[in-house]
């Protein structure tokens, strides 16, 4: 089967797609984008969380046929600076495996919501584990990003 979608702003295609291939092996083995991390492949962790016509998604759960026609935003096509100096300034990145997805959740969660509170917070990254940090860090980022883009 081929796929073509919108990936970061730029349209991409690929051919031979197994109908059962993931948005995650797509994104990964076939176009070269390796933000999104492959932990759980069973839609549980959120380390390979991408917006799918602005919606976070895992992408080990999503079909790539599903993604036929459709925009789809990775990491590497967040351009959000208040998000990843939060993220860094607030220490809520350690090893740095389940960045990648918090930052696409963070992002999305912002786009849609400017303002949210403590327990939209809370409801937007229930999806997203991390081992290291624990989650205050990650909410302090996530408030500290929001301050900053509305100020």
């Not at 990964?28 to 799918?52: D, H």
Request: net charge negative.
């Amino acid at each position: 089967m081929r796929v073509t979608a919108t990936v970061n702003g730029r349209e991409r295609d690929a051919d031979g797609v197994w109908e059962c291939e993931s948005l995650l092996t797509l994104l990964r083995e076939r176009w070269g984008l390796l933000g999104s991390k492959n932990a759980c492949e069973q839609g549980e962790c959120g380390s390979c969380t991408v917006l799918l016509d602005g919606a976070a998604v895992c992408s080990c759960l999503v079909a790539a046929g599903q993604v036929q026609g459709r925009e789809v935003q990775t990491v590497e096509g967040v351009d959000d600076p208040a998000v990843h100096r939060a993220f860094a300034d607030e220490g809520a990145v350690q090893c740095g495996f389940c960045t990648p997805g918090l930052v696409v959740a963070v992002h999305g969660l912002l786009r849609r919501n400017p303002a949210p509170a403590d327990p939209e917070i809370r409801e937007a990254l229930a999806g997203n584990l991390c081992r290291c940090t624990g989650y205050e860090k990650i909410l302090d980022a996530v408030r500290s990003a929001a301050e900053e883009a509305r100020s």
